[in-house]
């Protein structure tokens, strides 16, 4: 029985998110599409085609009139503009039209390529999303947020341009380096920590299970997360007001990922961020220092940093950082806190001080695991 769900926009059903243990069930799925007399091309990177490639290109060629394969380099350095352009004229070149269809079959760096290609090619086709790393089943393949970086700016350029289904296959979890599992558990835990404080101590208890990578508890753990995005993404499809809480962790998140020229990974910037935001909490008196530390706790449990000591980073460095992020509202910071564990709210009243204690809090090392 697959695990599904529906993603909606204005009461109208827009795509479904399948998620199942193999890839056995995707040609079916994609059947469902309209795609028998279309073509269709699979963009994927130099890690991920040697592992699934064939296997999507056996399931989608059976359903398809064409089946093609664009694999650009692995990683966030070729989320750009000439991989876009390269990308357009393979389209061109294999004369693919308004019908046919794009799948993105990787991580996030995948998703957003191909989906900002697939939003601007012939003012937009079809795509869908096939992730295949953790960060990128529970976050980046959900919502219709697509875009590629522009020089050194992140995610620069974008538009939302909603999928027409995301197959997620558990099994792809299996070949993910530990420390791009561990990056998606930052986004994981975000989650409970902002929407559901049930889910959160479950993570907790379920930690073994997931950090082995148990199919079972990663499928259970990925619906959960799965929904909070969908609901989050369903009330505020643009961003204009509650989506805004999935940024929890990512102001102070992204100065450290900048600052860091991109050496740490997206969720373990996260990670720290949420922390710092989780001590600010506690600094204005809505959550306990003792959630703070099990919040620091749970972290490094999952392989994540708990701390900035020993980076090299200053403190004002990455509070003007914070400045020159896409999160900036008319000059002012907006800053998810949490009420409580499984309640945030955007407050824009945050202080530089506020963010100097934090930070020193952080660097601390006292909580260091
Ligand atoms: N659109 C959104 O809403 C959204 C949300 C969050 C993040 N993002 C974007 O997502 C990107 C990060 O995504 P990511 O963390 O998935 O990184 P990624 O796509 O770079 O993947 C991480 C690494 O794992 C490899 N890989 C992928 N799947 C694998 C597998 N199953 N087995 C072995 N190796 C595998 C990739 O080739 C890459 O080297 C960033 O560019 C970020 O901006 C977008
Ligand atoms: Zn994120």
Known sequence: MANRMTVHLDGAAIYDIVIENSYDQLGGEVARLGVNERKLCIVTDTNVAPLYLEEIQKQLSAVCRQVDAYIFHAGEAYKNLDTVRSLYEFLIEKKYDRGDMLAALGGGVVG????????????GVRFIQIPTTLLSQV??????KTGVDFDAYKNMVGAFHMPKLVYTCTSSL??????????????IIKHGMIKDAQYYHWLRESSAGIRARDLDVCEQMILVS?????????????????????NFGHTLGHAIEKLMNFELLHGQCVALGCLAASYLSASRGYISMDEVNMAVDMMAQFGLPTTIKGLPLQT????????????MDSGVIKFILLHQVGAA??????????????LSWLSGGTHEK
């Open 345 to 358: 709210y955007v407050d824009r009243t945050v202080t530089e001080a506020e963010m100097t204690a934090c």
């Open 139 to 144: 976050d980046s393949s959900i919502g219709g």
């Open 316 to 327: 004002e460095e990455i509070i003007s950082a914070t400045k020159n992020d896409k999160k």
């Open 174 to 187: 299996l070949t993910l380096p530990e420390e791009q599992f561990a990056s998606g558990m930052g986004e």
């Open 112 to 123: 957003d390529l191909c989906g900002f290609t697939a939003a601007t090619y012939l003012r």
């Open 226 to 246: 799965n929904q909070i995005k969908r609901d989050v993404v369903e009330k505020d499809p643009r961003e204009q007001g509650d989506r805004a809480l999935l």
